[in-house]
């Protein structure tokens, strides 16, 4: 009696199919194919061991979305210190060398002659000079108190605190695209290796039904059929090993790696994960709406739109400032006399059309949006979590109830099989059954790959996917 491939001996199945095809002599002259060229996942290149976790934490790590959300935070981190400078003194100095002429006329002073003399300057004005000078000289301007300038910091102190958490947000979105792209992955794998496990039954059954006809105890419609089963098996393995190609390459992508880099899966599709507990409910939800990386985002959006507007309202108060210069100035360098101003100034908005008051209406609006789409945040994380519990309790189920049925459809083969061999039955009924162990496998990849995504969808609902086993 011949062995029935199970779930664990169909792993350690997975580089064999191309001995099976060797052995298929038969089949392969009949059909006059070849093996299709390797694909890009079968070109050589580093190896990399990967987990789900490890997919998660590298994609939130060097993903170009999250790469780009992580400078945008430090361009946020840039704009503290630019505001920062409005505290802080100015110093400049220059030296300036000019000569200039004037006329008389424009002095607004009139210089009365003496009788007897002709007068100082012409009345209808003069040009005189050139005057030169020579003026060098330092000056600082330094605001002592700005109440204005103080909300603006705080304002973009709150700003740069916000650009981190969405910087967070986006690493997290990232680590769920990533994942997502491995349990693709892992199913790819997992469909593989069923394929190449329908090819290596196809590839006994097509032995037996050629044994049998040389022995003189099977009929040529026996061999047909199975040299059809081989031929229908090896078409969907070539069409698994594509899939799984484009599967590898769709989470290269998702990792920002190399093309050309060999993943290897280190976790796999396995029904034995469904047995692990789930903390209820309510403890999901208080989880979620206390760590979702884009609720923490809001929150800070919430802050900063509200430093804004104080900062807006503290441009009404007055502001004090020091301004001092101090230099020497002279005809030349050698008649130089030193010079000084220095002024406290004390500014008073009285004002300004309305302005002030309209970019206040506008920054209170804006508040008011970022606690509703906050508000709608928490709801949307109440469903997202009660959703992702109802898909793990179904899944789990179906990973049962796909379990059931692999068993029974092996168990199937194996006594259609003992029939074909006994010579009391023809293998269409071990080809039926043959079609019906596929379908169940595929039906129990389906079913466990579901249930790893409502796992991912678990963790995105509660923002753990970057901490993810």
């Known amino acids: 009696m011949i062995e029935i491939f199970s779930s664990t001996?169909?792993?350690?199945?997975?580089?064999?199919?191309?001995?099976?095809?060797?052995?298929?002599t038969v089949a392969a002259q009949q059909s006059g194919s070849t093996n299709p060229p390797p694909g890009p996942a079968d070109q050589p290149g580093?190896?990399?061991?990967?987990?789900?976790?490890?997919?998660?934490?590298?994609?939130?790590?060097?993903?170009?979305?999250?790469?780009?959300?992580?400078?945008?935070?430090?361009?946020?981190?840039?704009?503290?210190?630019?505001?920062?400078?409005?505290?802080l003194p100015n110093l400049n100095s220059y030296v300036q060398e000019a000569g200039r002429t004037f006329n008389t006329s424009t002095l607004g002073i009139d210089f009365p002659a003496t009788p007897g003399n002709p007068p100082l300057f012409d009345p209808k004005g003069q040009v005189e000079g050139p005057v030169n000078t020579l003026d060098v000289r330092g000056r600082i301007e330094q605001n002592l108190l700005d109440f204005g300038a103080i909300g603006r910091v705080r304002q973009a102190q709150a700003q740069a605190?916000?650009?981190?958490?969405?910087?967070?947000?986006?690493?997290?979105?990232?680590?769920?695209?990533?994942?997502?792209?491995?349990?693709?992955?892992?199913?790819?794998?997992?469909?593989?290796?069923?394929?190449?496990?329908?090819?290596?039954l196809a590839t006994d059954l097509l032995r037996i039904a050629q044994s049998q006809l040389q022995a003189g105890t099977g009929v040529g419609l026996d061999v047909t059929r199975a040299r059809a089963q081989l031929a229908a098996t090896r078409a969907?393995?070539?069409?698994?090993?594509?899939?799984?190609?484009?599967?590898?390459?769709?989470?290269?992508?998702?990792?920002?790696?190399?093309?050309?880099?060999?993943?290897?899966?280190?976790?796999?599709?396995?029904?034995?994960?469904?047995?692990?507990?789930?903390?209820?409910?309510?403890?999901?939800v208080a989880q979620a709406l206390r760590n979702r990386p884009d609720l923490i985002a809001e929150e800070q959006r919430i802050?900063?739109?509200?430093?804004?507007?104080?900062?807006?309202?503290?441009?009404?108060?007055?502001?004090?400032g020091l301004v001092a210069d101090d230099g020497v100035i002279g005809k030349n360098g050698a008649k130089m006399l030193n010079t000084y101003t220095w002024g406290l100034q004390v500014t008073l908005p009285?004002?300004?059309?309305?302005?002030?008051?309209?970019?206040?209406?506008?920054?209170?609006?804006?508040?008011?949006?970022?606690?509703?789409?906050?508000r709608d945040l928490e709801q949307q994380a109440q469903v997202d979590v009660r959703g992702a519990l109802l898909d793990i309790a179904n899944t789990r189920e179906q990973v049962d109830a796909a379990a059931e049925r692999l068993r029974l459809a092996e168990q199937e083969v194996t006594q259609a099989r003992d029939r074909f061999n006994a010579g009391v039955a023809g293998n269409a009924d071990v080809v039926n059954a043959s079609l019906a162990l596929t379908a169940s496998r595929t039906l129990v990849n389906d079913a466990e790959t579901a249930y790893q995504l409502a796992r991912v969808s678990l963790a995105r609902a509660i923002g753990s996917v970057t901490t993810i086993r």
């Open 9 to 24: 001996r169909l792993r350690a199945l997975a580089t064999v199919v191309s001995i099976a095809f060797a052995s298929t």
């Open 46 to 87: 580093p190896v990399i061991q990967l987990s789900l976790g490890d997919a998660a934490r590298l994609a939130a790590r060097q993903s170009a979305v999250a790469l780009g959300a992580r400078l945008r935070a430090d361009e946020a981190q840039a704009r503290v210190r630019e505001r920062r400078a409005d505290l």
């Open 161 to 200: 605190r916000s650009s981190n958490a969405e910087a967070d947000a986006t690493a997290e979105q990232a680590a769920t695209v990533a994942t997502n792209a491995y349990v693709r992955a892992m199913r790819a794998d997992a469909d593989l290796r069923a394929r190449q496990a329908d090819t290596l």
């Open 236 to 284: 969907a393995l070539i069409a698994s090993r594509n899939g799984r190609d484009h599967a590898h390459l769709d989470l290269l992508r998702s990792l920002a790696l190399p093309l050309g880099t060999d993943v290897a899966l280190t976790d796999s599709l396995s029904p034995a994960a469904t047995g692990e507990a789930i903390p209820d409910e309510a403890t999901l």
């Open 303 to 320: 802050q900063a739109a509200k430093q804004g507007l104080s900062a807006i309202k503290a441009e009404r108060l007055p502001s004090l």
């Open 350 to 374: 009285i004002f300004d059309g309305f302005k002030r008051e309209a970019r206040v209406q506008e920054q209170q609006s804006v508040v008011k949006e970022a606690e509703i789409r906050r």
